[in-house]
């Protein structure tokens, strides 16, 4: 199938040489951090994970929320979903992937990352992730490509897939608890120090995961001839508005635990992050914004007859998505270093080589996406001409 | 002089054998030498089930009081010294009270001596360190003969979840080569230097303990710094904390740090 990605428009090679185009300046900044060690970013003693990790816990929530079209198809069966599942699967399949490259990225000894199988930790967080994120993009992959040959050839798909996909289910919401569980056990920590942390990453990712995948469905039928459905994307829409106000309430909940409380070191990552202390405001403006754009997305689309507004849809979608990337993508890391353990202030901002690492990843993650939708889309498209 | 194909051949592989082989058998005797250093631990090797300190703030005076016990460590583990103050690498360093017990900071009519006061801060080498807890590689590990939280440069793949665990800021990360730039003064060939992207902290001088010294620090201290066996009652470091009041950093977290520190402060303190 994957031939089908070898023919296209002006337009689509035009798409993947601009991608190949920011790897190869990712490739190079990277080579520049591999020689020089992880000196060349901002991060430091005090503030030891940044961008890379942020944009890694970002993306395993955009990676669950594959499982939101999943429940709905397969478990509820909710056949408006079924020609969009795929949309989800794949996007699953790139972020795993962009996950895996942040974490390798952010390693200051990529070469001995083996070391994580070589001498298994399972009291380790770490070695639990790497198992249930290698298992999601097997899990997606095998299930994506085998329903999707089966839909070329206009059979069934195989009997044996289908427990997979069950098990798709459960894995899905693991990668993200699992992931919570890197921050929500580490003592001294206040700001991650919360048990809600991962029914937060949960609410987060199905929130800001179909946001994007409504974004790709419309931009899919622009540039295609296959049409997501425009019932399906309302559905979404539903799932996007629901996640975001879980997202915020439990948002809430850890602002009225720090503050209730009163306790000096529980609001002290707030006062940085929304505030600034004593000087230090690099985070405040990003947080404001994030928070503005989050009101205003859930303003939109808590309307019905908005969200049935395809435009407005979209831009609510955009709004969300930027907004819980600099919350998630950003924010929550950052609000974990600052203050230090000394309840001191070193600031973090990436500098221009650890952003165009990021963006190169980025790009990778764009071109599996666009490779794999292309070879979706011609599928999608040839059962069309077949319909009609 | 002319070689033909056949000696070229033979020259050749006598060559690779002795290029691949040597190192193979170099590299075993030196593991034959690790194990023998097993089997016969040096006599004189210090033996305790808990190292922990105990560090007397009231007998560090002066800044050359602190600066000496710092000197003694970094210099013999080739602490590197970097210009830019994000690429830190420090095991022992020099903070105020505020800092060192952030969750008595908000108190602001405290004696005034106390709070001025600078204190020595070091890996606690906890008894439930979050460290080992959160280590993916098994790099940092706590020795189960003398709980000694110890740090494997060479099996560190440098993922620094150690640094975010650790609630007590005692883990240094190589950002840069600390081999170049002269960021090492004078290199102690004794004690290896490490290469970029690894974690390191202090190890109690594991290296020093094992041929019956004491931690370069407590040496250099002038009995500022008191090293010994916490599981033994009639070890010095007991009686001092059977004797005075004693402060940890941080312990309702339940790492169970193993320095204890006597604050002094005033005569009824």
Not at chain 1, 327 to 333: R, S
Not at chain 2, 123 to 136: E, L, S
Not at chain 2, 161 to 184: E, L, Q, T, W
């Amino acid at each position: 199938m994957l031939e089908k990605a070898l023919s296209g428009s002006n337009r689509y090679w035009a798409w993947i040489f601009f991608l190949l185009a920011v790897i190869g300046i990712g490739c190079i900044a990277y080579w520049k951090q591999l020689n020089e060690g992880l000196g060349i970013t901002g991060l430091s003693r005090d503030v030891s994970w940044g961008l890379y990790i942020g944009q890694f816990t970002f993306l395993v929530g955009v990676a669950a929320s594959a499982v939101m079209l999943v429940i709905h198809n397969y478990l509820h069966d909710f056949k408006k979903f079924s020609k969009i599942v795929i949309l989800g699967e794949f996007l699953a399949v790139s972020a795993v992937i962009m996950c895996v490259l942040f974490i390798m990225a952010d390693m200051g000894q990529p070469m001995r990352v083996a070391n994580i199988l070589l001498h298994p930790t399972p009291g380790s967080i770490v070695f639990w992730d790497v198992v249930v994120l290698n298992g999601y993009l097997l899990l997606n992959l095998i299930i994506g490509w085998t329903t999707l040959g089966a839909d070329r050839k206009g059979v069934k798909p195989p009997d044996w897939v289908k427990p997979l996909i069950y098990l798709s289910v459960p894995w899905a919401v693991s990668i993200h608890t699992v992931t919570a569980f890197l921050y929500a056990g580490i003592p001294g920590r206040h700001f991650w120090l919360t048990a809600v942390m991962a029914a937060r990453f949960l609410a987060s990712a199905f929130a800001g995961g179909p946001a994007l995948l409504i974004i790709l469905a419309l931009l899919v039928r622009k540039f295609s001839k296959f049409d997501p459905g425009a019932e399906a994307i309302q559905a979404i829409g539903k799932i996007v508005t629901y996640a975001m106000f879980a997202n915020v309430f439990l948002l809430g909940l850890e602002f009225f635990t720090a503050f209730y409380s009163n306790i000096p070191g529980h609001m002290h990552p707030f006062h940085y992050l929304y505030v600034g202390i004593d000087g230090h405001t690099k985070m405040v403006p990003l947080m404001w914004l994030s928070s503005i754009l989050a009101v205003v997305a859930l303003a939109i689309l808590v309307f019905p007859h908005l969200r049935r507004n395809e435009s407005i849809l979209a831009f609510a979608c955009i709004a969300l998505f930027s907004s819980l990337w600099i919350d998630k993508g950003f924010g929550l890391i950052i609000g974990g270093f600052v203050p230090n353990m000394f309840e001191g202030i070193t600031e973090y901002w990436p500098t221009l080589l650890e952003t165009l690492i990021t963006a190169g990843v980025w790009a990778t993650g764009f071109l599996i996406l666009t490779v794999l939708y292309k070879v979706a889309i011609a599928v999608r498209e040839e059962d069309t001409a077949v319909e009609h | 002089m002319t070689i033909n194909r056949r000696d070229f051949l033979r020259i050749a592989g006598l060559s690779a054998v002795v290029g691949v082989g040597a190192p193979v058998v170099i590299n075993n005797l030196g593991k034959a030498g690790l194990e023998a250093a097993q089997i016969h631990p040096d006599p004189r090797a210090l033996k305790g089930k808990r190292w922990g300190f105990v560090v007397d703030v009231s007998k560090l005076a002066t800044d050359e009081d602190y600066q000496k016990c710092i000197n003694a460590c970094h210099d013999i583990h080739n602490v590197p010294s970097h210009k830019e103050p994000r690429h830190e690498v420090k095991w022992i360093w020099k903070d105020t009270y505020e800092h060192t017990f952030p969750n008595t900071a908000e108190d602001k009519i405290m004696n005034k001596e106390l709070q001025e006061k600078n204190f020595l801060l070091f890996c606690n080498h906890c008894q439930k360190p979050a460290c080992v807890r959160v280590c993916p590689t098994k790099a940092t590990f706590k020795r189960e003969s003398d709980g000694v939280v110890m740090q494997d440069m060479h099996r560190c793949i440098g993922c620094r979840f150690c640094m975010a665990a650790c609630p007590y800021g005692a883990r240094s990360f190589n950002y840069v080569d600390p081999r170049k730039d002269h960021a090492i003064k004078v290199e102690n060939k004794e004690f290896p230097t490490r290469m970029i992207g690894v974690v390191e902290k202090c190890t109690a001088c594991y290296e020093r303990l094992a041929i019956g010294q004491q931690p370069a620090c407590a040496e250099a201290s002038n009995g500022a710094i008191v090293f010994g066996d916490l599981e033994d009652p009639n070890s010095e470091v007991r009686k001092l904390i059977a004797e005075k009041y004693t402060i940890r950093r941080k312990p309702e977290l339940g790492t169970q740090p193993s320095i204890y520190y006597v604050i002094g402060g005033g005569e009824h303190a």
